[in-house]
């Protein structure tokens, strides 16, 4: 896994302050561990897979609520490298009432994640079986991750979360993917249509596997170009907040791939994942457990 790592300071409120205004928001602050690669490697590691994370923090007091969080998900950090200079970044979530959300990220130290470090850790992406990447570090950074994987025999699994913009980095990132996972706002800005149209543009133009999820209509995979799209309906569930339902879709994902599932039950653990976390506030902590994930995922 190679990715940002966030604190995530989250906030329930109706709407955000307009300019010139001062809103009051009651219910507290929560100062939670976050970031999509973060979320992901905690994802991945909950429903079984063994993940080191690569990833760039500050040098600041907020690095310890994320080392912390390393540890207590059992994940490797030995590449998470403390930048001197740059801080710890910090994403501004704001929860609204019917459990959606709106995210302001400062990236800091995530933003000098380099193909350089990339490298110093071509050991452990070399030895992992699936290799998943976001959106939240610089391209080139991914980029080199993808090759070095890719020259390995490494899965590439990418996430662009958020969408990068298009150019050369992009599509040659896209061809080196395996799997690419999107949702609607990306596969529309990187496949340019919605749905399973965006995701046959964009097949041709990487591994060939891409995922659109849809949120509350479920998702869609497109396998081959002749085959029809296979289709899934969301599980329904109390939805306490939206916050790293992607995060978990993708890190069970690459967990279920590591574990050799076949594509589809590999999407259907994942789509059970994603509906379990957002049954619970907040990105790492409401990411599920593998016992549950099962049970869900095999109702079908
Ligand atoms: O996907 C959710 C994540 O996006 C949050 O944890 C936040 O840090 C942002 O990166």
Same mark, same amino acid.
């Given at each position: ?6 604190v995530?300071?989250v906030v329930?409120a109706?709407?955000?302050p307009?300019?010139g205004? +001062? $809103?009051?928001a009651?219910?507290?602050?929560a ?6 690669g973060l ?6 590691a909950r ?7 690569v990833?760039?923090i500050?040098?600041d !007091?907020?690095?310890?609520v994320?080392?912390?969080?390393l ?6 950090g030995?590449?998470v490298?403390a930048d001197p200079?740059a801080g ?11 459990g959606e959300? =709106?995210?302001?990220?400062v ?5 000098a994640?380099?193909g ?5 850790a071509a ?6 079986r699936?290799?998943?990447l976001?959106?939240e570090?610089?391209?080139a950074?991914?980029l080199r991750?993808a090759q070095i ?7 590439v ?5 958020p !969408? ?5 980095? +992009?599509?040659?990132?896209?061809? &080196? ?5 999107l949702?609607?706002?990306e596969?529309a800005?990187?496949?340019g249509?919605?749905?399973e ?5 964009l097949a041709?133009?990487c ?5 659109v +999820?849809?949120?509350a209509?479920?998702a869609?995979?497109?396998g081959?170009p002749? =085959?029809p799209?296979r289709r899934?309906?969301a ?10 339902a992607g995060d978990?879709?993708?890190g069970?994902?690459?967990?279920? &791939?590591a574990?050799?599932?076949?594509p589809?039950r590999?999407?259907?653990?994942a789509?059970?994942a994603?509906a379990l976390?957002c049954?619970?506030?907040g990105g790492?902590?409401s990411?599920?457990?593998r016992?549950?994930? $099962?049970r &869900?995922?095999?109702?079908?």
């Amino acid at each position: 896994m190679v990715g940002s790592l966030n604190v995530d300071l989250v906030v329930s409120a109706g709407r955000w302050p307009d300019p010139g205004e +001062t $809103l009051s928001a009651g219910s507290g602050v929560a100062i939670l561990p976050g970031g999509k690669g973060l979320n992901q490697a905690g994802a991945a590691a909950r429903a079984g897979a063994a993940v080191s994370l690569v990833g760039r923090i500050g040098s600041d !007091a907020l690095a310890g609520v994320l080392r912390g969080a390393l540890a207590d998900e059992g994940l490797d950090g030995r590449w998470v490298e403390a930048d001197p200079e740059a801080g710890t970044g910090v994403a501004l979530i704001r929860v609204g009432p019917k459990g959606e959300n =709106a995210i302001l990220v400062v990236p800091g130290a995530n933003g000098a994640l380099s193909g350089a470090q990339a490298e110093r850790a071509a050991e452990a992406i070399a030895a992992a079986r699936v290799l998943l990447l976001q959106g939240e570090v610089p391209l080139a950074a991914s980029l080199r991750a993808a090759q070095i994987g890719r020259a390995a025999g490494t899965a590439v699994v990418w996430n662009p979360a958020p !969408a990068p913009s298009p150019g050369p980095e +992009t599509e040659r990132l896209l061809a &080196l993917a395996d799997w690419v996972l999107l949702n609607e706002a990306e596969v529309a800005a990187l496949g340019g249509a919605s749905g399973e149209e965006g995701a046959r543009a964009l097949a041709p133009r990487c591994g060939g596997r891409v995922v659109v +999820t849809l949120g509350a209509e479920g998702a869609l995979l497109v396998g081959s170009p002749d =085959a029809p799209a296979r289709r899934w309906r969301a599980h329904p569930v109390p939805v306490a907040d939206t916050v790293g339902a992607g995060d978990a879709f993708a890190g069970a994902l690459a967990a279920a &791939l590591a574990a050799d599932r076949d594509p589809e039950r590999a999407v259907r653990e994942a789509m059970a994942a994603g509906a379990l976390a957002c049954t619970r506030p907040g990105g790492l902590p409401s990411m599920p457990r593998r016992e549950e994930i $099962l049970r &869900l995922a095999d109702r079908g």
